[in-house]
């Protein structure tokens, strides 16, 4: 029995997708369940998963192809084990001089060895089957570029260097040049479109987290224990904050719809995650009415399913407020821009040690520069310098965030 394996149903807001990569050739045994191939979008990467136990029979999209929603990607043959590949399949054999075997080639290897004009029969294949995949084209490629380093070869000239090298007496500087991918094309496009159809503003504060710390250090072996090991960090005081401070400030949880503002009754907050693929903001549903420990139990299953790549479109859809977290890397500062079509994000940062004036007396106190960047189109300067006065003084007094006062 044939199965057709097409593309999955893309939202609206998703218009194609692109084959990233096979992960079965076919006329491979296929158990049901297992990983086909992935499916690189705008937001997320998407798993085809086989729909049975059986083989495909032909490959009628290759990597770096672009796909429709539910366009036909493969054939699958049901219930067949080892079955031949087809002769047109997107696997191509190559014949291997003075050899009895054949080459087998994943359509992006076959493209990389042709662009760089490589023998492909000197490239070892390492793939199941013997199939030779991209990535030991690319390992061929370093290999040969080291050799070439390690010999320092005499200076050629620019118009017959066959790659983009520039020769100087310490040798060469190499340049590697790589396409964007899916993601982080739609990143720069969305944030290009923030910085150029929003008047955006950025207000600064500061925090005082020795209340927050001494909290947390107080309860946080009790937290863990009582919530079946959920870790209790900083992330979970400062989305109930915000979600108190939205509260009280409705147009900072608004959007602009043309020329329509649209107030959310809800406080649905989005945490921004960095990938390797690029920056996701998976959103917290209703975080007003969320626990802390269900805030951070939520927010490390984001961060663990997005390194992964397994996030979910709906997952990271609508969102009425952002929180980004520039201090795990160490930022001192920044100014965080805006996730259309919101009209404000709250920007966290490292926690610093600095000498305060308190009540007369110089005092070491942990300091966190806070960033709100807002659309002033929407939100006036004094509205914003509110909201984020309100976070402070919530954070600086955790107890009022439990009170509502």
């Known amino acids: 029995m044939t199965i057709e394996i097409k593309a999955p149903t893309f939202p609206e807001s998703v218009a194609d997708g692109t084959i990233a990569s096979w992960y079965k050739k076919p ?17 997320v990467v998407l798993e085809i998963v086989a729909p049975a136990d059986g083989a495909l029979s032909e490959i009628v999209k290759a990597e770096g192809e672009t796909v429709l929603s539910e366009e036909l990607i493969a054939q699958f043959v049901e219930g067949a084990a080892g079955v031949a590949a ?14 009895d075997v054949e080459l087998k080639l994943s359509p992006a290897a076959r493209k990389l060895a042709d662009e760089n004009n490589l023998d492909v029969a000197t490239i070892t294949a390492t793939g199941k089957g013997g199939l030779m995949t991209k990535e030991d084209v690319q390992a061929h490629l370093s290999q040969h570029l080291s050799q070439q380093l390690s010999q320092q070869p005499a200076p050629i000239p620019a118009a017959a260097a066959p790659v983009a090298a520039i020769e100087t007496p310490t040798g060469e500087r190499i340049e590697k040049r790589v396409p964007m991918t899916r993601l982080r094309t739609r990143i720069a496009e969305r944030l290009l479109e923030a910085t150029q159809t ?40 400062f989305v109930k904050a915000a979600c108190e401070a939205l509260k009280r400030f409705p147009a900072v949880n608004a959007s602009l719809d043309g020329s329509d503002i649209v107030y959310h009754g809800y406080q649905d907050i989005g945490v921004a995650v960095s990938t390797e693929k690029g920056l996701v903001v998976p959103v917290l549903r209703d975080a007003d009415q969320l626990g802390l420990a269900t805030i951070e139990d939520t927010i490390r299953d984001y961060g663990m399913r997005a390194r992964d790549g397994k996030l979910g479109i709906d997952e990271m859809q609508g969102g009425t407020f952002t929180i980004t977290n520039g201090g795990v890397f160490g930022s001192l500062l920044s100014t965080p821009i805006l996730n259309p079509p919101q009209t404000a994000i709250l920007g966290m940062h490292k926690i610093q040690e600095r000498p305060m004036a308190v009540n007369g007396e110089v005092v070491i106190q942990p300091m966190m520069y806070l960033a709100l960047s807002y659309d002033h189109r929407m939100i006036d300067g004094k509205a914003a310098v509110q909201f984020l006065v309100t976070i402070k003084d919530l954070l600086e007094d955790p107890a009022r965030i439990l009170l509502e006062v």
Do not use: C, W
């Open 27 to 43: 006329g491979e045994a296929v158990s049901r369940d297992e990983l086909l191939v992935d499916i690189e979008t705008d937001k």
């Open 86 to 99: 087809a002769p047109n399949a997107d696997v191509p054999a190559v014949a291997t001089a003075g050899a």
């Open 198 to 237: 929003t008047a955006m503003l950025t207000t600064f504060n500061e925090v005082n987290m020795e209340p927050v710390m001494v909290l947390r250090k107080q309860y946080k072996e009790l937290f863990e224990k009582t919530h079946n090991g959920i870790r209790l960090g900083f992330m979970g005081f």
